[in-house]
């Protein structure tokens, strides 16, 4: 599914006067997601690997709600991502989907996974080692917009220096830090188990 899809689904559900709350008044940040693009693209082979995630903001679409690990796989054009966790019902689930340029031509990366909406992925700062912020953002309709964002760390947990970089990222783009909710990880997580999967 492309992004037009996505704002067309949005566009539906805000003209049906059915609002969700993640979609609210206002426009995407202004970013220059070209430089960001252009910079990273050669680095994507260091962005695959494993990544965990350790806080994000409301996201209906993310069902994994506790011990997420993110696995990219990148082979020269797009990543396969394969997304473990545990899920509000509190079993071990296994999300399939990749990470590939936007499909007309937007200076980003998109993220598709099956049984959701193809999105913009942006990754707002990265040392491709500790840590990686993400950003999501879809321009609606009628002034409106919507806005997911993910804190990832190389390992089930993140120094406070990297968190912070993350939250100044964020926060650089006018993004509230207190709407991020921390992910529950460390050693009650099944991390062997959900690699199985």
Not at 32 to 48: E, G, I, M, T, V
Request: charged letters at 20%; one cysteine or more.
């Amino acid at each position: 599914m492309n992004s037009s899809l996505l704002v067309l689904a949005l566009v539906a559900v805000v003209a049906a006067d059915k609002i969700p709350d993640f979609v609210v008044p206002g426009k995407c940040p202004a970013l220059d997601r070209k430089a960001l693009f252009d910079s990273q693209k050669p680095n994507y082979p260091k962005f695959a690997g494993v990544w965990y995630e350790i806080a994000l903001t409301k996201n209906p679409y993310q069902l994994l709600q506790q011990c997420v690990r993110n696995e990219y796989s990148f082979d020269g054009t797009k990543f396969t991502a394969k997304s473990t966790g545990i899920n509000a019902e509190g079993s071990l689930m296994r999300r399939n989907g990749q990470i590939l340029p936007m499909p007309l031509g937007e200076p980003n990366l998109s993220i598709d996974y099956e049984g959701s909406f193809m999105a913009p992925f942006v990754i707002l700062d990265t040392d491709y080692d500790n840590f990686a912020c993400i950003h999501s953002c879809v321009d609606v309709s009628q002034g409106y917009f919507a806005d997911f964002a993910f804190i990832f760390s190389r390992a089930p947990s993140m120094s406070d220096k990297h968190l912070k970089r993350c939250e100044a990222a964020f926060r650089d783009i006018a993004v509230d830090t207190s709407r991020f909710v921390k992910t529950v990880q460390g050693s009650s997580c099944p991390y062997d188990t959900q690699q199985a999967l």
